[in-house]
């Protein structure tokens, strides 16, 4: 099962850190409290191993703030706002009241009507000639502190709590998380903007709503990155909210909320929306746990391969090994016999030498020349005459050229014991006569084999 698949391994293993990454690494997991040195590791790596960036991150996380360190998604994900299932709500304004209030509103709506076309005459004029600045987008983090930081101003610090990161983080934290995302489009020229900060949005049932269900971007549609999101959106007017999830694999639009609305109904609305869409964010979790299940059993499937693999590798080591050291054992051996069969041609060639280079034998009549009986190991008896002029090296090449005669020997002599100085050495290189050795004309030697020794 595991060899099926062995064309699905191709991860590379992980590069050695460096002594002062694997310090950084510590300190990170100190710091932060993290339990899994993976995630440790890949937290720095995505920082650049700056440790200081990589524990504010952290920090942030903890803390429900998204990452302003990553730089955004290079190709940020796409929402689908075509739904033809998305619920929208438009709070419409309160009709006059009163006669009163119907000739106010009569006598004004001439005047706004000419207002709101000159207007929107001068900004259609004013495209052709300067294009409009919030087309750029060159700081989206900038953008949103930004605007974080006029609202506070504002409205002061009792609001839900801004992601304060770009549009793109928002929605792929969102998407990783499965998360609901209310996204808020400030409009700062709108009449009823002021009213709806003020006592919806930064009311405290919506404050405590918002903050425990979903997460919340919002920008000014004055700032580039505003502007660029509601041009994705198409709103009508202001106030303006969008609820995005993931559906159907697709970050979805799923409800708008128009209109300066009251804190209870907008809590009711989201709710709405929110129960209206459960079971598609319950599918999404199950899918993916799904995918988590199968990737940890594949993952599970790989290290049992790779335990496998290395266990093969292993067996194939030793029985190579094995083999190795049969083979050198095998050529040593025969090694061993060819400088053993060396040893004894050359042993053989020096014994012919030397027994070609002896003297010849004395007649048995010549008054110099002395018998000698040598008693060799194997109890074997050799006798040959030699001269009392000669010396004891000649004794010693004749026992040499003997095929019974072992390899190495020395020569005693049997009353008194003694051995004999056949060999030169440092003391006397010039080895004594048989004269000289004391031996007289009828000599018993014996021969002790100095091989095993």
């Not at 090449?397 to 095929?403: A, E, G, H, T």
């Not at 072992?406 to 060999?423: A, D, G, H, M, S």
């Amino acid at each position: 099962m595991f060899r099926a698949r062995r064309g699905k391994m191709a991860a590379p293993e992980e590069q050695e850190l460096s002594q002062a990454q694997t310090e950084k690494l510590l300190q990170f997991q100190d710091l932060t409290g993290l339990e899994s040195m993976e995630q440790c590791r890949r937290t720095l790596e995505q920082h650049n191993w700056n440790i200081e960036a990589a524990v504010q991150d952290r920090l942030n996380e903890q803390e429900g703030v998204p990452s302003v360190f990553n730089p955004p998604p290079a190709r940020p994900l796409q929402v689908n706002t075509t739904d033809h299932r998305v619920y929208s709500y438009i709070v419409s304004r309160p009709h006059p009241r009163g006669l009163l209030g119907w000739s106010y509103y009569l006598m004004m709506l001439p005047i706004r009507f000419t207002y709101c076309t000159l207007l929107d005459a001068f900004r259609f004029a004013l495209r052709f000639i300067r294009p409009d600045p919030r087309g750029r987008v060159t700081d989206p983090v900038g953008d949103v502190m930004s605007f974080i930081h006029s609202f506070q101003e504002k409205y002061g610090r009792s609001h839900p709590v801004f992601y304060q990161g770009t549009y793109s983080q928002a929605l792929n934290d969102a998407k990783r998380e499965l998360r609901y995302l209310l996204v808020y489009l400030h409009g700062d020229d709108h009449q009823d903007t002021d009213e709806f900060c003020r006592t919806t949005l930064c009311s405290e049932e919506v404050l405590t709503f918002i903050n425990t269900r979903m997460l919340f971007w919002a920008c000014s549609t004055s700032k580039p990155e505003g502007y660029r999101v509601s041009q994705a959106l198409r709103e009508n007017t202001h106030p303006f909210l969008a609820m995005i999830m993931l559906k159907d694999r697709k970050m979805t639009v799923v409800g708008r909320l128009e209109g300066l609305i009251q804190p209870e109904d907008l809590v009711n609305q989201l709710t709405f929306i929110m129960e209206a869409n459960q079971t598609y964010l319950m599918s999404e979790r199950l899918e993916r746990e799904e995918r988590n299940q199968t990737q940890v059993l594949r993952q599970q499937q790989d290290e049992a391969y790779l335990v496998s693999l290395r266990a093969d590798q292993e067996k194939d080591r030793k029985k190579r090994e094995e083999q190795e050291q049969k083979r050198q054992e095998e050529e040593k051996a025969r090694q061993s016999i060819l400088a053993e069969e060396r040893r004894r041609r050359t042993l053989e060639e020096e014994k012919e030498r030397k027994s070609e280079c002896l003297p010849p034998e004395p007649p048995l009549d010549d008054p110099d020349s002395v018998k000698i009986v040598f008693k060799l190991p194997n109890d074997t008896r050799v006798e040959r005459r030699f001269l009392f002029s000669q010396s004891l090296t000649v004794i010693h090449d004749f026992l040499f050229s003997l095929k019974e005669t072992p390899e190495k020997f020395q020569i005693l002599t049997n009353f008194p014991r003694r051995v004999l100085p056949c060999l030169p050495t440092e003391e006397r290189p010039n080895p004594p006569t048989l004269m000289e050795a004391g031996l007289s004309r009828s000599e018993v030697l014996f021969v002790q084999d100095l091989t095993d020794d």
